[in-house]
């Protein structure tokens, strides 16, 4: 798939991976192929199974020109040989687990990940008969005591959802190979941009599009960047079978967001670095994470492994009742950034996180990995994604409630 670009530049491939100008029009945007069907010269040959690479459009649930767009600029800035766009987030982490996890399987999943994950790990796998562990990736001894015999995947998430808490990805890709199994990463708060996860060692890389790639607020999406053989895989299992695909509108607007995701990660990255430095300067806000601070318990391996540090920060204010609190002030005073879930947008978005509230709805931690959870998050933690907009005028709107 255009291999043309993969020696140019990030934003050179962000913008011109998988699409040229109309060969009849000469229109350089691409259009819109809103078709559920493409006429063929194949007589026959019906299944997923009898898909060959680069065949011709068939049927908008194998493939449409414009998800293929999109495919590519995400396989292009991961430097995978393929990808796969899919309805969401969570339809990429399903598919993931469904198509690399049978009945008698076990995986290894990060104790803290994105909430819908860690329910469908713990809710939905073991009902089809999967086993599954969940493990505080950044304990490496503790993911190696983990592997059983038939462990076949292990799913981490790095920046994790919501506390920032880091996988070292490389150390973690070693204990998989040798274990012989798969290792999965949801990326989502990294961005395309924010690491090297192929070269660390990644087999498939997760994105919810909603957030970075998508970039504006108006799309959900999902993708699985990796191996061609992987993507193949769930291509037949998820798109073709499932049918967990994505629209062709869905994917012509992410792909025109995508466009500009090396530009805006440099700029989510300078504005989350001036916020979370007033932050930690500011007397209410007793513990900021941010993985480009150096307070960050990990700014070592933040300094290693990841390339852009992204705009995702995570502050607590005291206890319960301050948080909840204050996140009322948020919702009634706050002008810029808007009081919501979702991240990655070019509009700030702000979400109080209740450690208790989590712990029962989606990570039932106890013993050691509560600890730590609390090490980062104590009672709760605000989750700032910093957007776009001028950092004075972020840090003017949150500093009449702080
Ligand atoms: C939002 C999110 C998801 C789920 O993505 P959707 O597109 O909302 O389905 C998965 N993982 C992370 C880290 C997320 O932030």
Redesign the pocket.
């Known amino acids: 798939m255009h291999d043309g670009l993969r020696n140019k530049g990030l934003a050179t491939r962000a913008i011109h991976a998988g699409e040229a100008p109309d060969p009849t029009s000469g229109a350089s945007a691409p259009a819109l192929h809103m078709s559920s069907t493409f006429v063929t010269d194949q007589v026959a040959g019906f299944s997923a199974h009898d898909l060959e690479e680069e065949a011709p459009y068939l049927y908008g649930r194998w493939a449409n020109p414009n998800v293929r767009t999109l495919e590519a600029k995400i396989s292009m800035l991961e430097g995978t040989e393929d990808c796969l766009c899919l309805a ?6 399903t598919a993931i687990f469904l198509t690399f996890l049978s009945a008698g399987d076990h995986v290894i999943v990060s104790d803290v ?2 909430a ?2 860690a329910e469908l790990a713990r809710d939905t796998l073991p009902r089809l008969g999967i086993h599954v562990s969940t493990v505080n990736m950044s304990d490496l001894s503790a993911v190696s005591a983990a592997i059983r015999p038939n462990t076949s995947l292990i799913h981490t ?1 790095t920046p ?2 919501p506390i920032g808490r880091l996988t070292d990805l490389a150390s973690v890709s070693a204990i998989a190979k040798s274990a012989g199994a798969l290792l999965s990463c ?1 990326a ?2 990294a961005s395309p941009l924010g690491q090297p996860s192929k070269e660390l060692g990644v087999d498939l890389i ?1 994105h ?4 970075y790639i998508g970039g504006h607020g108006d799309a ?3 993708a699985v960047a990796g191996r061609k053989d992987l993507i193949a895989k769930i291509r037949t299992e998820s798109a073709i079978h499932h049918g967990s695909i994505m629209s062709p509108f869905n994917a012509w607007m992410i792909a025109r967001g995508m466009a500009t995701l090396p530009l805006r990660m440099t700029a989510h990255q300078a504005g989350a670095t001036v916020v979370a430095d007033w932050l930690e300067t500011h007397a209410r806000a007793t513990r900021v994470i941010y993985p480009g601070l150096k307070s960050h318990p990990q700014y070592e391996l933040a300094q290693q492994q990841m390339r852009n540090t992204s705009g995702m920060i995570a502050f607590q204010v005291g206890d319960h009742a301050t948080g909840e609190a204050l996140a009322q002030q948020m919702i009634d005073k706050l002008r810029i950034v808007h009081y919501a879930v ?3 947008h070019h509009r700030s978005l702000i979400f109080w996180m209740g450690t208790e509230a989590l712990m029962q709805s989606s990570f039932r931690l106890e013993g050691a990995q509560l600890a730590s959870y609390r090490d980062f998050a104590g009672d709760g933690v605000f989750r700032l994604s910093v957007g776009l907009e001028d950092p004075e005028d972020l840090i003017a709107d949150l500093a009449q409630v702080l």
């Open positions: 969401s987030g969570m339809a990429a982490a990940s994105y819908g994950v998430e994790v959802n949801d989502t708060f997760m919810s599009a909603t957030k959900i999406g999902g979702s991240l990655g």
